[in-house]
Structures are given as structure tokens and as C-alpha cells.
């Protein structure tokens, strides 16, 4: 009966969380079983019927049935979705025991993947449904899905080289990130789908604002992913990455100029991260032995990028939209000054000394139109700006046993880190006018 009421896709919601209700009352398993196969019984066969490679060319010449199939298999999909998204809670208070999620898996991935790899995927909504569908399998699977993540990764990165104005595929391996980033046997999996993202022809086209504010989405699904990529996998992982992250930093410094606000708070957000692990690192190398220690990289990542990201950091500070930018501006710039108070009292102060962010510094004022700055500003400017950036510094690593930093809320800290963004805040005012 619910597949005749052709109900909307929330009434459709509603109703299907209500069954659910009612199965958790179930105490016979097997009946809870057979119960959840015949609900979506005809979500399997509608995917089952768009795949069929004997069929595929008839339908497709067929517009009108062909449309009826697409509508059934998104219905199908979202109906999946649903489920798995109320089991993530059911499972963990113990209406359903693992049983009843194999169960599902056996069925549901088989044929998602063979969708995955159909040309059907050229339609948006059929991709969006059937990335939801996954994400929410994943989130509600736990180990029972690890076996299948080499699968569904090269499906994601595949099928996002295919299709590459659509950002589903890129946010859906953020929520693979998520769930199983910390374990190491796939680190080679994680590294490889980083590199595809990141070497793929839309992000690699990443070389000005402008083309960052025409694809907002895919470049904020980019950064959500880089985000996750830093915090949930390991450190050999990070290592393992260098190259990859020194591209993405550099593609994240470029969006960070973006006029449309999401891109460019999304990009900072990613490079406050890359720099708040950076941080973490590098306190901790002096203290504990290991034979893999991600500093190593992310210095030589701010050696090769740093001017750049100054530069583009100091440019998103320019224009109309500038006061939306002057919080996350403040926080990288007494995170990058930071980094410098580390180096210069520890072994990477033969690489890395204060004189090199004063030179990107003076070089990038130097290099601003003169209705911004004029010549003697820009001298007075630089020399209050090395000031504060160096109490700055001191202040963050004071501040580094805050909850906040800890917990990933990264923000200006101490005296000295709101005199900089006080000093940021009106060089964004006096520019934007």
C-alpha cells in the first residue's frame, strides 16, 4: 500500500520512520528481518529493473518510460536512506542486532554498486539520492561496511572524474573519511582518493577567484574533505601525503579570495586546520620518539606556499566583502606566526626564521594598487603588523591547553591574537572603502 499512495518524498519519510517504530517492538528478529527486505522490497527491484543491461538501451530510447524508472529508483534510494538512517539509532539502543544490518548491506550494496557504475549516474538527482542513500549506510554500518570501503571509494573518485560538477560523490567520501579515516590498513586507499580529487580537472582549474565563485559547491565539498582528510586520518597518512597536501593548501589559498563567502570562509577554515595540526606537531616532536613525524612536511608545505597564502590571505582582506573574513584572517595569521615562534627556538631554525614572514609580508604590501595603500602606509603598516604578529605568536602557544584549540574551535587567542584581529579589522575597513 505505500507504494500505490505515491506519497511525496516527506510524507514518504514520516511514514517509513513510523514502520520502523513498529518493527523495533518486534522481539522475533527473523520476522524483523523479513519485515525490512519486503519494505524495500521495491526499492531493490526498482534499481534492480534501471540496471539491467538488457533493457538499459530500450529505456533510454524510451523517454517517457525512462523518466518513470529514474523516479522509482530515486523514490527507492531515498527509502533506503531512510532506514539506514533510522538504524544508525535503533542498532546502538538495541531494537536491531547486527543480523539485520548484513542483511541489508548484502542486498543494498550489490546493486548500488552496479548503479555506481551505469551511465544512469549522469542524473543529478539519481546521484544525489543514491549518494544520501550510501552516506547514511555507512554512518549506520560501522564495521560491518570496512569491506567493502575500497569499493565505494574507487566508485566515488571514479565516478567524480566522470562527472565533475557534481559535488555528491566528493561529500559522500567525507563521510567514508569520517567513519574509518583512523584505520590505518587503507591509508594507501585515503592517499589515492586524495590525489584523484585533488588532481582532477576541476580543481586543478582552481587559479583565480573568479573560477572559484562559479563552482561554490564542488569547491566547499573540496575543503569539507581536506578538512576530514586532516583531522581523522593518521599521521603516516598525512607524511604519506605531502605533495597532495602542498597542492591543496596552495588551491585553498586561491579560494580563499573568492567573492562568494562560503568558498573563501571554507578555504580558511581548511587552512587553519592544515596549521592548527601543523602546531600540534611540532609541539610534540620534541616530546615523544617517532619515525614518522608529519612537521617535517607541513614545514616544508608553508616553506613552498607560505608567500602565496600571505599574499592571497592578505587580498581576501580587500574589497566589499572583506569583514566576513577578518575573524578566520585573524586566526591564520597568529597560527602561521606561531609556527614561526616554534621553528626559531628548535631545530628548524636553520629553514625557518622571522625574517622570511616579514619578507612575505613587506612583499605582498609592497605589491598592493596604490588606491588600497600609498607608500608610507604601507611602511608604518608592516612595521606594527611584526609587532603584533609576534606577540600574537607567543599568546596562541600560551593558549595551547585551551578546550577550544583542542577541540578543533580554532580562533584569535590571547591579548595578542584580538589586538591583531582588531589591526586586520581596519585594514579590511580602510580597504573596503
Not at 124 to 145: D, E, I, M, P, Y
Amino acid at each position: 500500500n505505500l507504494d500505490k499512495n505515491n506519497l511525496a518524498l516527506e510524507e514518504e519519510k514520516c511514514v517509513v520512520a513510523a514502520i520502523m517504530v513498529i518493527l523495533e517492538s518486534f522481539s522475533d528478529k527473523q520476522l524483523q528481518n523479513n519485515s525490512l527486505t519486503r519494505l524495500l522490497s521495491s526499492s531493490y527491484t526498482a534499481l534492480e529493473k534501471l540496471t539491467d543491461v538488457d533493457k538499459e538501451n530500450s529505456l533510454r530510447n524510451n523517454p517517457a518510460a525512462y523518466i518513470q524508472f529514474l523516479n522509482a529508483a530515486v523514490k527507492g534510494l531515498y527509502r533506503m536512506g531512510i532506514v539506514f538512517s533510522h538504524l544508525s539509532t535503533s542498532l546502538s539502543l538495541g531494537y536491531f542486532d547486527d543480523s539485520t544490518i548484513v542483511v541489508l548491506l548484502n542486498l543494498f550494496w550489490p546493486l548500488l554498486e552496479k548503479l555506481f557504475k551505469s551511465v544512469h549516474m549522469e542524473n543529478r538527482n539519481l546521484t544525489a539520492a543514491a549518494c544520501k542513500a550510501l552516506s547514511q549506510a555507512v554512518k549506520s554500518s560501522g564495521q560491518h561496511f570496512l569491506m567493502m570501503i575500497p569499493t565505494v571509494l574507487d566508485c566515488l573518485s571514479t565516478n567524480f572524474l566522470s562527472f565533475q560538477s557534481n559535488d555528491c560523490y566528493v561529500r559522500t567520501a567525507v563521510v567514508v573519511i569520517e567513519e574509518f579515516g583512523h584505520r590505518e590498513e587503507y591509508g594507501a586507499l585515503f592517499i589515492n582518493t586524495f590525489d584523484r580529487f585533488t588532481s582532477s580537472a576541476s580543481i586543478t582549474a582552481l587559479t583565480s577567484s573568479n573560477i572559484c565563485d562559479q563552482m561554490p559547491d564542488l569547491v566547499e565539498a573540496y575543503m569539507s574533505f581536506t578538512i576530514s582528510y586532516m583531522f581523522f586520518c593518521s599521521e603516516e597518512v598525512l607524511v604519506a601525503s605531502g605533495s597532495v597536501l602542498e597542492l591543496s593548501v596552495q588551491k585553498a589559498a586561491i579560494c580563499c579570495t573568492a567573492m562568494h563567502r562560503g568558498v573563501a570562509l571554507s578555504a580558511m577554515s581548511y587552512i587553519s586546520c592544515f596549521l592548527e595540526i601543523t602546531i600540534r606537531s611540532l609541539l610534540e616532536y620534541e616530546t615523544r620518539f617517532s619515525e614518522v613525524s608529519f612537521s617535517a612536511i607541513a614545514t616544508q608545505v608553508l616553506l613552498h606556499s607560505g608567500e602565496g597564502l600571505i599574499s592571497n590571505i592578505i587580498h581576501a582582506l580587500l574589497g566589499p566583502s572583506a569583514l566576513s573574513r577578518v575573524h578566520k584572517s585573524a586566526t591564520i595569521l597568529q597560527q602561521i606566526a606561531s609556527i614561526f615562534q616554534i621553528c626559531v627556538q628548535s631545530k628548524w631554525k636553520t629553514a625557518i626564521s622571522w625574517n622570511s614572514l616579514f619578507h612575505w609580508l613587506q612583499s605582498t604590501m609592497d605589491c598592493l594598487p596604490e588606491e588600497y595603500l600609498k607608500q608610507n602606509e604601507i611602511n608604518y603598516l608592516v612595521t606594527i603588523w611584526k609587532e603584533t604578529l609576534v606577540v600574537a605568536a607567543s599568546d596562541y602557544l600560551a593558549s595551547r591547553e585551551n578546550d577550544s584549540i583542542r577541540n578543533g574551535n580554532m580562533r584569535p587567542q590571547g591579548r595578542g591574537g584580538r589586538a591583531l584581529k582588531k589591526i586586520i579589522r581596519n585594514f579590511a575597513d580602510v580597504s573596503k572603502t
